[in-house]
């Protein structure tokens, strides 16, 4: 199982590319329930490096790596490791970012649900998560 988003947003490419990525404590729904920490969500980076962390920081200031950057060619492209504490393994995420008319379509596809059992149950409800987060990505946008 693969699951695979896209959307368009009225931004040119790199600011598209930078909304998602360095500013995306900005849009990213943690007080709605997409964050490690729960109630101690407080804030959330990706950075934009190869071996870059994608990282939750908690009101108490303990940090959960959510992931890790292993490809980065800004402003196209973003590919990162998921990992839940929870699965077998990590899943893999790349987010793409290409011109489409006077705006940026970004596509999501979040991969390796056959790392275990676990991991491939909790794919089914990723595919409704990413059409949120992506939902409050375009609202930023």
């Known amino acids: 199982m693969t699951v695979r988003k896209s959307v368009t947003v009225k931004r040119p490419l790199a600011d598209a590319f930078s909304l998602f990525t360095e500013q ?15 109630e101690r969500a407080k804030e ?7 071996g870059g962390r994608f990282y939750e920081r908690f009101t108490d200031g303990e940090e959960y790596v ?6 980065c060619e800004p402003p196209r492209r973003i590919v990162f490791t998921w990992e839940d504490p929870d699965w077998e393994g ?15 379509r970004v596509e ?3 991969r390796g649900w ?17 059409d949120f987060v992506l939902g409050k990505y375009t609202a930023a946008a």
């Open 66 to 71: 959510v992931g890790h950057v292993t490809a």
């Open 24 to 38: 995306i404590g900005s849009w990213w729904p943690l007080k709605e329930g997409f964050s490690f920490g729960g």
């Open 108 to 110: 999501v596809e979040h």
């Open 90 to 104: 990590p899943t893999e995420v790349e987010i793409r970012f290409a011109v489409e008319g006077n705006g940026t």
């Open 44 to 50: 959330i980076y990706l950075e934009t490096r190869q």
């Open 114 to 130: 056959e790392v275990g059992p676990k991991a491939t149950a909790a794919g089914k409800s990723y595919d409704g998560g990413w």
